[in-house]
């Protein structure tokens, strides 16, 4: 009991109704007495209302959703809007309950339901203004957030399970959810986990959310040039440094010493320094995770998840990446579940090979998909050499054939818009035996020999359609070498023919001087070059071949051919280590044209054009 001074000055307690039951009220307003429904909203709207208020109004409202029709959305728009997650388990488990009964007698009010429990998959917005700027954004902080999540996808499963229909109202809302870009990074990594939680208990939704989650990575990896990460890094790399240099001063000498065996890691270094490449980073990290765990039940691969799971990739992988150019990371979300199992490697393979030798699909389409064969042999370590081996077969194969039939005829020239899928698999061939010819010459020299000698490709060179004047010269050059090394073709003379006829193409350089730029007359890439986001790459590293740069022992090698009668298991040293059967190796390969135009020092993963020199 309260004493008198006390009873005066505390508050008067709340009364739990006003007016009669609920129904009482609601019978009353369709009569057009308003004042006790008036006095139910607001009440209902107290934002001190407390848990027992809050279980006894959805007690009364759970025993009277007949009715709540469409006349009366905006009580059912405020009983949506009641703060139920955070408070007690009674309050949970009667919100849900309620909801329950609601959708299944008005669904009409399926779809408010269905944006009030997705607005929760972000963490709650807390109000920040500092200079009179609003700059609130999500409470990262919020210590329930994973119970909250739990409770928000129970309350989805439930009215699922009500409505039967709800998938197809549920993906616009999704849709129209997706937090922008420019929220913070927990809000998007919290909504993409939120999203993919979702394919797990509605499978039906799952190859559109793939579909929304990889859109909306895309358009942030194509925002993301690879150079713009390097700079940032380098910037940011140099910055610290500076600022270390200032703080460890002039007595840090013996330190120094003792630190230069150990590469010292700070606490930031997963973070990238580019803001848009650090949120990518973060969902490459979460789409990764997701796939493992899919396609991985009690530590063991599952067959059926994985296949069901890797038509779903495809089918967007066709959509949205293959026609889009020059994208640096979303693509490895295929190269990493190709990983799980050969016979998925080699149905990707098969499926780029369909995609590049129809002739009913458009030339693009065609170049980009002999880009993603040359890079994907090349760089996947899990494709086996026998695996690589049927695959040059093919190609070369093909390559033949269109020559017989282009050799001759009135197209038999040098034309990227005629030709353009035959480069693109040129480069592709040339481009997988730079990286695996040590592989493909290993253990038996001369069979191995023999093997590459089968393919011919000295007719391929010296044919009308000249692949070598449109292929990166990168790739052209490195190939040039390999090939005059095990003497399988000799380059060189139609090289250098070709750079003859060649037009510079200048540019005006920073200084004023004209500085001849190189040419991609394919405007083509290598899809799988060294992935750069530092949390995600450690996924990706352990299955990546990586290139060894080249030493002046390496080159001076590469102007040595081998000579005939080579016993069986001689070593040949060139580009030591550049295939290396398990572990990787550090370094870098040719990359895109952009690598002939870039010196080592400014870029992380591309060194300039590796020139050999001709034979004299």
């Known amino acids: 009991m309260l004493g008198g001074d006390e009873f005066i000055s505390s508050p008067p307690r709340k009364t739990v109704r006003f007016g009669g039951t609920l129904t009482d009220i609601l019978l009353k307003y369709d009569k057009g007495e308003t004042t006790d429904f008036e006095l139910l909203k607001h009440q209902l709207s107290d934002p001190d209302i407390k848990d027992a208020q809050i279980i006894n109004w959805l007690h009364e ?6 009715y709540l029709t469409k006349e009366l959305e905006q009580l059912v728009s405020i009983l949506l809007k009641l703060p139920w997650l955070r408070r007690s ?13 609601l959708v299944s007698a008005q669904t009409v009010h399926l779809r408010p339901c269905l944006r009030m429990i997705v607005s929760h998959f972000v963490p709650p917005r807390i109000t920040i203004r500092e200079d009179d700027v609003d700059i609130s954004d999500s409470d990262d902080d919020d210590e329930n957030l994973s119970e909250n999540f739990n409770t928000c996808h129970r309350a989805l499963q439930t009215v699922a399970r009500y409505v039967p229909s709800t998938p197809q109202f549920l993906m616009p809302i999704l849709v129209e959810n997706f937090p922008f870009i420019n929220k913070s990074e927990r809000t998007l990594e919290c909504y993409v986990h939120n999203l993919l939680r979702v394919t797990v208990y509605l499978p039906t939704l799952r190859l559109q959310i793939l579909e929304l989650i990889i859109e909306k990575l895309l358009k942030l990896d194509v925002s993301t040039p690879q150079q713009d990460i390097e700079d940032a890094e380098e910037t940011a790399n140099n910055s610290d440094s500076e600022e270390k240099s200032t703080e460890e001063g002039l007595f840090d000498m013996e330190e120094d010493e003792e630190r230069k065996g150990s590469k010292v890691v700070s606490s930031s270094s997963d973070r990238m320094a580019h803001p848009l490449a650090e949120r990518l980073d973060i969902l490459m990290t979460i789409l990764f995770s997701y796939i493992k765990d899919v396609c991985h039940v009690d530590g063991k691969l599952d067959i059926n998840n994985t296949k069901d799971l890797y038509r779903d990739l495809v089918s967007v992988f066709d959509k949205l990446i293959l026609p889009t150019h020059a994208s640096c990371h979303i693509q490895y979300f295929m190269f990493y579940i190709c990983s799980f199992k050969l016979g998925l490697a080699e149905a990707f393979l098969d499926h780029l090979w369909k995609k590049l030798h129809d002739p009913n699909n458009p030339s693009v389409i065609r170049q980009t998909a002999g880009s993603y064969i040359g890079s994907f042999l090349a760089r996947a370590k899990f494709i086996p050499v026998v695996t690589v081996k049927a695959c040059l077969d093919l190609l070369v194969n093909w390559m033949h054939k269109y020559i017989d039939n282009q050799d001759t005829g009135a197209n038999a020239y040098c034309d990227v818009a005629l030709h353009g899928p035959f480069y693109s698999t040129c480069q592709a061939v ?3 035996l730079i990286f695996r010819h040590k592989q493909l010459l290993d253990g038996n020299l001369r069979k191995g020999l023999s093997y590459l000698q089968s393919l011919n490709f000295e007719r391929i060179v010296m044919c009308q359609l000249n692949p070598l004047k449109i292929c990166i010269p990168s790739v052209v050059n490195l190939f040039a070498a390999i090939t005059r090394k095990y003497q399988l ?5 139609i090289i250098e023919r070709n750079n003859r006829q060649f037009i510079p193409v200048v540019r005006s350089g920073t200084g004023g001087d004209l500085v001849q730029t190189c040419t991609n007359p394919l405007d083509s890439f290598f899809p799988f070059d060294p992935y750069m986001l530092k949390r995600s790459k450690k996924t990706i590293d352990p299955l990546y071949q ?3 740069e080249l030493s002046a022992e390496d080159l001076e090698n590469l102007k040595k051919p081998i000579k005939k009668g080579t016993s069986e298991d001689e070593d040949d040293d ?8 398990n572990d990787g190796v550090v370094g870098i390969a040719p990359n895109s044209y952009e690598s002939n135009t870039r010196s080592p020092v400014s870029s992380i993963g591309s060194p300039p054009d590796c020139y050999v020199p001709y034979p004299q």
């Open 489 to 493: 073709v000799f380059c060189y003379t």
């Open 61 to 66: 409202f759970r025993a009277s959703v007949a």
């Open 546 to 548: 990586f290139w060894e």
């Open 574 to 581: 060139f580009l030591k280590g550049e295939t290396p059967q």
């Open 89 to 101: 388990r009674e309050v949970v488990e009667e919100y849900l309950g309620f909801l329950g009964n």
């Open 430 to 432: 040339f481009y997988t």
